[in-house]
């Protein structure tokens, strides 16, 4: 039988237990995850509506590609995540590659670029599966010649680059501002961090309790893109020597840089070599904790999840997909 006493002490409980759960989000972490309100651009190539326009046109264009059969949109296809779903990406001469396609959403957040990070700027990056043998195979210098023959790319480029007109650094920071303009849309996890409690699920925020606590996930997945943007070995099968073959560092063995996981629905498969299918699997593959070889990640250490787990884990994984507008296709110049 109920006292009012005991009547009393339930409510506090309930009230306290209610205030808990609102305390990991929006409250706690809501800082940490929270959309930044603008794209940061470099000083030494700043924003402007037609230098994006301009690198959205040579995103798309198939003259940047030896054999005029790839362009950018090839490997980072927009209806895939701005990835291209295979394991391996397509090789310029009929041939998949070791490793699989990074998404180019969010890039504008990044600090390195490719799986090893061997590039330090999006300028660096464009210019190595341009250029590459094994992918669009054109050197720059030949791309600057195509370009100069089309009288719509004269035009805009002197409009973009006064005086300068078409030239290989023209090139390069057209398409790294277009990129730049690639966020992931506004997401339902995102409305939730806003105060929208019926934005997410019970499941999807059960989900994001595991993801920051038991599961562990949020030691490399961090802030609003979720990722460190740092290069971990995750103890995955592989004989890819990753990042170790840029800084020399033992430690660098294996390691790979951490993906954002914005829109991560859309982009399977996953890993660095797409060896992984499925959501489903990856968090297996961390419920294992990879091989507990010496240059594994310290943070990476098995995390015994049970099935009802993994799927509100998977729950909260779907919400960060956003409401991204459909990608209109650039007219290109002749």
């Known amino acids: 039988?109920?006292?009012?006493?005991?009547?009393?002490?339930l409510a506090l409980l309930l009230t306290s237990s209610q205030s808990f759960a609102s305390d990991l989000a929006p409250n706690h972490l809501q800082q940490q995850y929270k959309r930044p309100g603008s794209i940061p651009?470099?000083?030494?190539?700043p924003y402007s509506a037609e230098k994006a326009q301009l690198g959205k046109m040579l995103f798309?264009?198939?003259?940047?590609s030896r054999n005029f059969n790839m362009n950018c949109a090839t490997c980072h296809n927009p209806s895939l995540g701005w990835e291209d779903g295979v394991a391996g990406a397509f090789g310029g001469q009929?041939?998949?590659?070791?490793?699989?396609?990074?998404?180019?959403?969010?890039?504008?957040?990044?600090?390195?670029?490719?799986?090893?990070?061997?590039?330090?700027?999006?300028?660096?990056?464009?210019?190595?599966?341009?250029?590459?043998?094994?992918?669009?195979?054109?050197?720059?210098?030949?791309?600057?010649?195509?370009l100069r023959n089309v009288d719509g790319y004269k035009r805009r480029f002197e409009q973009v680059f006064p005086g300068k007109g078409v030239h290989k650094d023209g090139i390069l920071k057209a398409i790294a501002t277009y990129e730049r303009t690639l966020v992931s849309g506004t997401a339902p996890f995102d409305r939730w961090i806003e105060g929208d409690e019926a934005a997410l699920s019970d499941a999807a925020k059960r989900g994001f309790t595991l993801f920051n606590g038991k599961a562990a996930c949020s030691q490399c997945h961090t802030g609003w893109n979720l990722t460190d943007n740092q290069f971990h070995d995750i103890g995955l099968p592989t004989n890819d020597a990753g990042r170790i073959t840029i800084t020399g560092n033992a430690k660098d063995q294996?390691?790979?840089?951490?993906?954002?996981?914005?829109?991560?629905?859309?982009?399977?498969?996953?890993?660095?070599?797409?060896?992984?299918?499925?959501?489903?699997?990856v968090?297996?593959?961390?419920?294992?904790?990879?091989?507990?070889?010496?240059s594994r990640s310290?943070?990476?250490q098995s995390a015994p999840l049970n099935s009802n787990e993994i799927s509100d884990l998977i729950a909260f994984l779907e919400s960060l997909t956003g409401d991204d507008q459909p990608v209109s296709l650039p007219i290109l110049p002749y």
Do not use: C
């Open 1 to 9: 039988m109920k006292t009012p006493a005991t009547g009393l002490i």
């Open 41 to 45: 651009f470099p000083a030494d190539n």
């Open 60 to 64: 798309f264009d198939q003259r940047l």
């Open 94 to 146: 009929g041939k998949n590659l070791s490793r699989h396609s990074p998404t180019t959403l969010n890039m504008a957040w990044s600090n390195s670029f490719f799986w090893d990070g061997r590039a330090a700027t999006l300028e660096e990056q464009i210019r190595g599966p341009v250029e590459s043998p094994n992918e669009m195979d054109l050197p720059l210098s030949t791309a600057v010649e195509r």
């Open 254 to 281: 294996h390691a790979f840089k951490t993906p954002g996981l914005r829109n991560i629905r859309q982009r399977a498969p996953y890993m660095h070599n797409g060896s992984l299918k499925t959501l489903e699997q």
């Open 283 to 294: 968090i297996v593959h961390y419920i294992g904790g990879g091989i507990p070889r010496e």
């Open 298 to 300: 310290p943070q990476v």
